[in-house]
C-alpha cells in the first residue's frame, strides 16, 4: 500500500508545487527506491518543483542531489540547527555559524558511521 500511495501522488500532482515528503523509505526496499522513487523525486526537481524530504536513507539523501540539506542536532535538551549543501561540503549553524563538513555528518548519520560504511565495503567485496 505504501508503494501504491507514494508512485501514485509523485506522478500525478502535475498541478503542486510544492512536495513535502516525510520518510520516503518506511516499509520499502532498497532496490525499489533506488529504481522507482530517486527518479520520481529527480524528475520533480528538474520540472522545478519544491520537494522537501525527511529521510535517514543514504541514497535518498544524496542520489537525489539536494540543493540544501538541513541537519538538526541535539545535546543536553540544546537544539542546533544546519543547512548546507553537499556542493560546499559545509553545514552552517544558523544561530552561531559554526561550520561542519557535509560529508563527515552524512557519513556518521545516513551511514552509520566510518566503521559501519567501510565494513559494508568489505562485506560488499570492494577494497575501500
Request: cysteine-free; overall charge negative; hydrophobic content about 35%.
Amino acid at each position: 500500500m505504501a508503494i501504491l500511495s507514494l508512485q501514485y501522488d509523485l506522478l500525478n500532482q502535475d498541478d503542486k508545487d510544492i512536495f513535502l515528503i516525510d520518510e520516503p523509505e518506511v516499509n520499502l526496499g532498497s532496490t525499489y527506491i533506488e529504481s522507482t522513487i530517486v527518479p520520481m523525486i529527480k524528475n520533480l526537481a528538474k520540472s522545478k518543483k519544491i520537494i522537501v524530504i525527511a529521510t535517514h536513507d543514504a541514497n535518498i539523501a544524496t542520489r537525489t542531489y539536494p540543493v540544501t540539506s538541513i541537519l538538526k542536532k541535539s545535546s543536553n535538551n540544546i537544539y542546533d540547527t544546519f543547512q548546507g549543501s553537499m556542493f560546499t561540503n559545509e553545514l552552517i549553524n544558523i544561530n552561531d555559524k559554526r561550520v561542519l563538513k557535509w560529508d563527515e555528518e552524512s557519513e556518521n548519520y545516513l551511514e552509520g558511521g566510518s566503521i559501519a560504511f567501510k565494513e559494508r565495503g568489505t562485506l560488499y567485496g570492494t577494497s575501500n
